[in-house]
């Protein structure tokens, strides 16, 4: 019988301070999340300097607590994954250099772990017959990719935004709509209140890839309707147009997503970042999957925004493919999924 792989996992990407204990990359034996939205929130967005400040401040208790947690000392780990890429680099750094320094002290091997890869490995915890190959849309506050994942770590990005990430035009038309920061939750919340036909807006058209999204158009749309509603003195109902809105991003993703399991021949679908909270596309995807008779797949609730556990679990499949990072491993801003 194989050994145990018990994987401590960290992450700080953007403002979440996170670690897990993670066994065989499916059983989460500890996870905890130290969160900054409350600070960065009254500036209207994450602040990269003090994500990195408290980051710093948070990282070795948090550290302390996932093992305590676990009931495991560091001699019982057989690695330490790390999120290198992609984020904010002064983020990024605090965990990646903790990590190097944990690995120095401790003799474990250092596992580089991509985000977007762990945003779709927190499927691989929730749903233990879950295996590659699959089609999966990963949409967050930085990225939307419809992206085919071949194996564990081999994935092929066939569609992207070719402007806003699908959870910022959330944001920003939250915003608009005088909701605090991150707003994809608010809207999320007033659209199932509201009429998604009351405020017909836009389908935009995107040259290139048929796969590919763009949103910003969408979020100008939001912001052209408040403006023409104020010149003339008119009432908006906002829960009307975060619905109109809601249903809009709905629209897009399912017809792009089901175009692309179409073409590629994919009958697994899978959903993945922070925006697989929205209650609206969780529906709509299940539903579209449903009527095709594909398996469709999304974390809880707890799994979808950033966290450890699921760098824990990609890290599994990262340390089991060889991807061993040496005491020079950098943080990287920005780098694709499949590089
Ligand atoms: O994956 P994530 O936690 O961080 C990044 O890696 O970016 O994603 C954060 C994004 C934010 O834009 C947030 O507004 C959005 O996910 N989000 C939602 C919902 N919950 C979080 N968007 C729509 N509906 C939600 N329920
Ligand atoms: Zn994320």
Redesign the pocket.
């Known amino acids: 019988m194989e050994q145990d792989v018990k994987i401590l996992a960290i992450e700080s990407s953007?403002d979440e301070t996170a670690a897990a204990v993670v066994v065989n990359g499916r059983e989460v034996r500890s996870s905890i999340i130290s969160s900054q939205v409350e600070e960065h929130r009254k500036y209207g967005g994450v602040v990269p300097e003090i994500a990195s400040r408290r980051h710093c401040e948070n990282i070795c208790w948090v550290v302390e607590g996932a093992m305590k947690e676990a009931g495991m000392d560091f001699s019982d780990l057989d690695a330490i994954a790390v999120t290198y890429a992609p984020g904010l680099i002064g983020a990024l750094l605090v965990g990646v250099n903790y990590a190097k320094g944990l690995s120095l002290a401790t003799a474990k091997p250092l596992i580089p772990t991509h985000?977007l890869r762990s945003?779709i490995a927190a499927n691989y915890i929730a749903h233990p017959e879950l295996e590659p190959p699959f089609l999966c849309i990963v949409a967050?506050?930085?990225h939307s990719h419809i992206i085919e994942v071949l194996d564990y770590t081999t994935f092929r990005v066939i569609g992207r935004t070719r402007d806003d990430a699908a959870?910022?035009a959330?944001?920003k038309a939250a915003r608009a709509m005088g909701f605090p920061y991150?707003?994809?939750?608010f809207?999320?919340q007033a659209a199932q209140r509201g009429n998604p036909h009351a405020y017909p807006l836009p389908h935009p058209r995107v040259d290139g890839s048929p796969f590919d999204f763009s949103f910003s158009g969408l979020k100008t749309a939001v912001l052209n309707t408040l403006n023409h509603a104020a010149q003339k003195g008119e009432e908006i109902n906002r829960d009307d147009l975060c619905a109109s809105f809601q249903q809009t991003v709905c629209d897009l993703i399912a017809s792009k997503l089901m175009m692309a399991a179409e073409e590629t021949g994919h009958k697994k679908i899978v959903f993945a970042?922070?925006?697989s909270?929205?209650?609206g596309l969780r529906a709509r995807l299940t539903d579209e999957c449903k009527k095709r008779g594909y398996s469709f797949y999304v974390p809880p609730l707890s799994l979808c925004?950033?966290n450890a556990a699921m760098v824990g679990a990609q890290g599994y499949y990262e340390y089991k493919a060889g991807n061993i990072a040496g005491l020079d491993l950098n943080a990287v801003a920005s780098m694709g999924i499949d590089q």
């Open positions: 953007c985000h945003h967050s506050g930085g959870g910022e959330f944001d991150p707003g994809g939750i809207i999320d970042g922070g925006v909270a929205n209650s925004g950033d």
